[in-house]
C-alpha cells in the first residue's frame, strides 16, 4: 500500500517501470489478502485445509492466481530493465508506457486463466486418485503444471537479464577507461545492479523453492492425510508463509530505497536532478 500511495502521488507514475512497480505492489497485496483468507478458512475450520472441501477452490485459486501474476511482475521488470540498458540510450524510449500497460494486462490474462483452471472444472472434488495432499482439492498434475514452468521462469529469465546488464555495464565501463574517462558511474552501477540481482535470487529461492519441494512431494507421496499429519501441514504452512515474506521483500528491493522513499513520503515531490540521473544511469 505504501508503494503503491508513494507512487500514485509523485510524477513518477508516467514511467514504463513505475506501472510495473505498482502493479508488482498490487500482485503482493492480492497474495497477502488471498493468503489472509486462507487462514481465517484454517482458523475456523482447519480440517477444510487438510482434508479438502469446495469451500477451498476459490481460495487457493485466487492465491495461485496473485502469486503467478507476482512472478511475472518480476520477469517483466527484469526484462524492462535490461532493455532500458541494452544496446544505447535510446532502446530506453522504446519501452513506453502502453508497452507496459500491455506487459501487465497480459501478465493478469495469463495468472487468472492458469490459477482459475481449478474453479473451471479441472479438479479432484469428485476423484480419490491423483489428489492433492497437500493443497485438497487441486489435482497434482494441475500443481505440476502449474509449478514447473513458472518455476523456470521465475529463476532463468532474471537470471539472464540481470546477467546481461551487469555485462554490458563492465564493457561501457571497460570502453570508457581505454578512452581516459571517469568510470566510477558505471562502477557504481555495475555494483548495485549485481547487489540487487543477488537479492533477488535469494529472495526468490527461500521463497518458492520449498513450495516447489512440496509440489515434487505432493506428486511422488502415495500416504493419506492422516499419516502425515501434522507434520507435512505445518511444512505447508511455513511454505506459505515464505511466500507472503516475499511479498514484503519486493517493495524492499525494487521500490523502498530508504533514502528515495523517505524523501517522497516527506515532501512528495521529484527527487532533486543529480538523484534522478544517478538512478537513471
Known sequence: CTVIFTRMATKDLHKPISILFCNLAFSDLFTSFSGFWISMLFITNPDVTIFGSKDMLAPYAFYTTSILSTIYNL??????????VAESIRTRFR?????SIAAVLINWVLAFFLGCLPLMGWNCLRMEKNLSVLYSPF????????????VVVAFIIPLFTYLRIIIILRKRKLRMKACGQATGTYKSAEIQVARTS???WLLALISYAPFFAGVIFDATNHQCHIDLYPGVYIFRNCTAMLITINCLGNPIIYTL???????KLKALKCLSA???RACTI
Request: aromatic fraction near 8%; charge should be positive; include cysteine.
Open 198 to 200: 543477488i537479492f533477488i
Open 139 to 150: 489435482c497434482v498434475n494441475y500443481l505440476i503444471l502449474i509449478a514447473i514452468p513458472n
Open 274 to 276: 543529480n538523484r534522478v
Open 75 to 84: 520477469v517483466s521488470i527484469g526484462i524492462e530493465r535490461y532493455l532500458a
Open 95 to 99: 519501452v513506453t508506457r502502453s508497452h
Open 257 to 263: 530505497k530508504v533514502k528515495t522513499l523517505g524523501a
